[in-house]
């Protein structure tokens, strides 16, 4: 399925202003990354409809205290980043339309997208819109939540995602949103 950029505005209404800048990159993310059904294009934009904000964010917001929970302790450590104070932290903070977090997601991200660990170098690459959105798909991809969306398990993938269900309540309308722009109903 080809989303169109009236469709994408329809399901992220306050998208409005970037949707041209993604709706290309978006399309060829979810092709490479099999999200091509309308159910399972519609969970997708759900959730990185939440997570960047419909678009706006592609770099986790927060200040260096807020960051620094995930430059040391046990947070720090789940994923993957050096236990000094060194600023890995904020190196690593969120970044994509799935907000890609921590050292150890940046290397599994860039050996998926670019077969290396570019990225760990390189880690605004996510910024931009192509890798902002193929980050976005091979995370979804990667981590089966095609398979999830396929058997409409929105909170197992919300879970997947967040570790918990931060933002549920918004990720549910962004969804009955999606289906009903791309599914019907």
Same mark, same amino acid.
């Given at each position: ?13 306050? *998208? ?7 709706? *290309? ?26 997570? *960047? ?14 960051? *620094? ?7 720090? /450590? ?52 192509? $890798? ?5 798909? $091979?995370? $979804? ?7 999830? /969306? ?24 962004? $969804? ?10």
């Amino acid at each position: 399925m080809v989303l169109s950029e009236q469709q994408l505005v329809k399901v992220l209404p306050s *998208s409005r202003l970037k949707a041209g800048v993604f709706i *290309s990159a978006l399309n060829a993310a979810m092709s490479h990354h099999q999200i091509t059904t309308p159910e399972r294009t519609a969970a997708f934009l759900a959730q990185i409809g939440h997570e *960047s904000g419909q678009l706006l964010y592609v770099r986790e917001l927060g200040s260096d205290q807020y960051l *620094s929970k995930y430059d040391t302790g046990a947070l720090a /450590a789940r994923l993957g980043n050096t236990p000094e104070a060194d600023g890995d932290g904020q190196k690593y903070r969120g970044r994509g339309l799935i907000q890609i977090t921590g050292r150890r997601n940046y290397l599994a991200c860039s050996q998926g997208l670019f077969g290396d660990d570019r990225l760990l170098q390189q880690p605004q690459l996510l910024e931009q819109p192509q $890798w902002a959105c193929e980050s976005a798909a $091979w995370f $979804w991809q990667s981590n089966g939540l095609n398979e999830l /969306a396929d058997r409409g398990q929105f909170t197992s993938i919300t879970r997947r995602i967040n570790g918990g269900l931060n933002g549920l309540d918004e990720r549910l309308r962004l $969804w009955a949103r999606a289906r009903a722009v791309l599914c019907g109903g």
